[in-house]
């Protein structure tokens, strides 16, 4: 899983310099006709400022960068006023949100919320970061990080009984000086 992962320092550190070099990224929205800052863009204070009130945009580009490194999918919501202007993000637990396609492969959002109910959300109002490959780098090494874990266990175990092994090697017979 990706908190069993995260117990992995190398893991952890890589999961880390990755995602907080993209939230240390200058994001901006640009005008398409001139490829200038578009200030005045509702979505520019989203991306360059806070995502909302609680969060800033680093922090945020950092955490969804994170869920898609450690679980595939990274999710924000993106919560529009009533004339359709984004307002903020919030970001969606990965594990609560699963990706539907309609006949012409356009994606919608269910997500389950906590009192049980579900809620779908359109392609338009959803942020979605995925990894290279669309798969978790996590779920791609899954075999290497079980294998550390699993190093990490026995050494701790073999340091526990003082670094000394727990067994004695015999020789049926008498060794000479050279063959000791």
């Known amino acids: 899983s990706a908190a069993t992962a995260m117990r992995v320092p190398a893991v952890r550190r890589a999961v880390s310099l990755i995602s907080e070099s993209v939230a240390t990224l200058p994001f901006k929205v640009y005008r398409h006709e001139d490829r200038e800052a578009a200030k005045d863009h509702p979505a520019f204070a989203l991306v360059h400022d806070h995502a909302n009130d609680w ?43 699963s990706i539907e396609h309609d006949d012409f492969g356009e994606p919608s959002y269910r997500i389950r919320l906590k009192d049980g109910g579900e809620h779908v959300l359109p392609f338009g109002d959803v942020l979605h970061i995925q990894p290279l490959g669309g798969v978790s780098p996590i779920t791609l090494a899954r075999e290497a990080i079980g294998l550390a874990i699993a190093a990490e266990a026995h050494m ?6 003082g670094g000394r092994p727990s067994g004695v090697i015999q020789h049926p017979g008498k060794l000479d000086a050279e063959a000791q």
Do not use: C, K, Y
Not at 73 to 80: L, Y
Not at 156 to 161: C, D, L, T, V
């Open 55 to 97: 969060t800033s945009a680093e922090a945020f580009r950092e955490t969804l960068t994170a869920d898609a490194l450690l679980r595939g999918h990274g999710f924000a919501q993106i919560a529009r006023n009533a004339e359709g202007r984004p307002v903020f993000m919030l970001r969606m637990d990965p594990g609560a949100v």
């Open 156 to 161: 701790s175990g073999f340091f526990a009984n």
